[in-house]
């Protein structure tokens, strides 16, 4: 069973750089048609997706974070990692990381998020 | 940018009742469309994907529909573990996905 799990600092003081890693068991991710991404959830709104990344080292960004994005991979950790610059309270929020499967299979385009991390909560604060 | 628009954004329901949960995109999204629960402290899981199609493993009493802009997420008869938050999620505008915002399905 594919497994990930979030890692890295609970508190991020304003103006510095938020880091989180995650790491996936049970599967490869360097797996062919899987991106792996990053999803936040600010305390108590919805969902916001930041970015994914393919094994080859390919990112994607939402472009409203991506002058402040940084996702990479290394795939003999099995792990891909977050940055975010330039951070203030508004960056404060659950970071999830997720499978993100994007594929055609014969009858519709998929981009989906299938497997998540449990999520760990960032807080931005002096 | 595509928006998504959910609505109701909260509703009060029993179990056994039948619930339906709108997603309006701000533009045609050909069904490229998914559905996701989450329950509170959790990660989200995904439901449907490609509008209607259920995802291994979800239940049965789960569906989706819609074409164009506006899709629909139906429970048919609401069970005690379905009590949860409900996002919409486009990926018609790949490589930019977007999430609805939500909508808490709570019990009356």
């Known amino acids: 069973q594919l497994q990930l799990q979030e890692s890295g600092p609970g508190l991020v003081k304003p103006s510095e750089t938020l880091s989180l890693t995650c790491t996936v068991s049970?599967?490869?991710?360097?797996?062919?048609?899987?991106?792996w991404g990053w999803i936040r959830q600010p305390p108590g709104k919805g969902l916001e997706w930041i970015g994914s990344?393919?094994?080859?080292?390919?990112?994607y960004y939402n472009p409203s974070l991506k002058s402040r994005v940084t996702i990479s991979v290394d795939t003999s950790k099995n792990q891909f990692s977050l940055k975010l610059s330039s951070v203030t309270a508004a960056d404060t929020a659950v970071y999830y990381c997720?499978?993100?499967?994007?594929?055609?299979?014969?009858?519709?385009?998929?981009?989906?998020?299938?497997?998540w991390g449990q999520g760990t909560l960032v807080t931005v604060s002096s | 940018d595509i928006q998504m628009t959910q609505s109701p954004s909260s509703l009060s329901a029993s179990v056994g009742d039948r619930v339906t949960i709108t997603c309006r995109a701000s533009?045609?999204?050909?069904?490229?469309l998914a559905w996701y629960q989450q329950k509170p402290g959790k990660a989200p899981k995904l439901l449907l994907y490609?509008?209607?199609r259920l995802e291994s493993g979800v239940p049965s009493r789960f569906s989706g529909s819609g074409s164009g802009t506006d899709y629909t997420l139906t429970i048919s008869s609401l069970q005690p573990e379905d009590f949860a938050t409900y996002y919409c999620?486009?990926?018609?505008?790949?490589?930019?996905?977007?999430f609805g915002g939500g909508t808490k399905v709570e019990i009356k």
């Open positions: 999620q486009q990926y018609y505008s790949t490589p930019l996905l977007t």
């Open positions: 533009q045609g999204i050909s069904n490229s």
């Open positions: 049970g599967g490869s991710i360097s797996s062919s048609s899987y991106y």
């Open positions: 990344i393919y094994y080859s080292g390919s990112t």
């Open positions: 997720a499978r993100h499967s994007d594929y055609y299979d014969s009858r519709d385009d998929v981009s989906t998020f299938d497997y």
């Open positions: 490609a509008a209607s």
